[in-house]
């Protein structure tokens, strides 16, 4: 994984990318686990780690997208519209 992209920066293994799949299960979903969340985004991404799937995370929390039920280990969109 490379965070600071160079000529060489594959588009396809951005977190900017790897975020889709979060955020398509989450609209999906208004609510997901994380052990889940992080298993169907391994399934769509055979190569990426659990720190590519936290520095998703991060980002979309940082937007405020994201809230995290600590009690319930949940993951949910937040401000979403359809």
């Known amino acids: 994984m ?5 000529k060489h920066f594959n588009i ?12 398509k299960e989450l609209i999906k979903n208004k609510q997901v686990k994380y052990d889940k969340l992080f ?3 391994k399934n769509s991404y055979e190569d ?11 980002l979309l929390y940082s937007l405020g997208k994201l809230e ?3 009690e319930n280990d949940v993951i949910g ?4 519209e359809n």
């Open 77 to 80: 969109l937040i401000n979403y």
């Open 12 to 23: 396809e293994s951005s977190i900017i990318n790897l975020t889709t799949v979060i955020i």
């Open 68 to 70: 995290f039920f600590k």
């Open 39 to 41: 298993n169907i985004f």
């Open 2 to 6: 490379q965070i600071k992209p160079d």
């Open 48 to 58: 990426a780690t659990l720190i590519e799937f936290s520095y998703c995370l991060m």
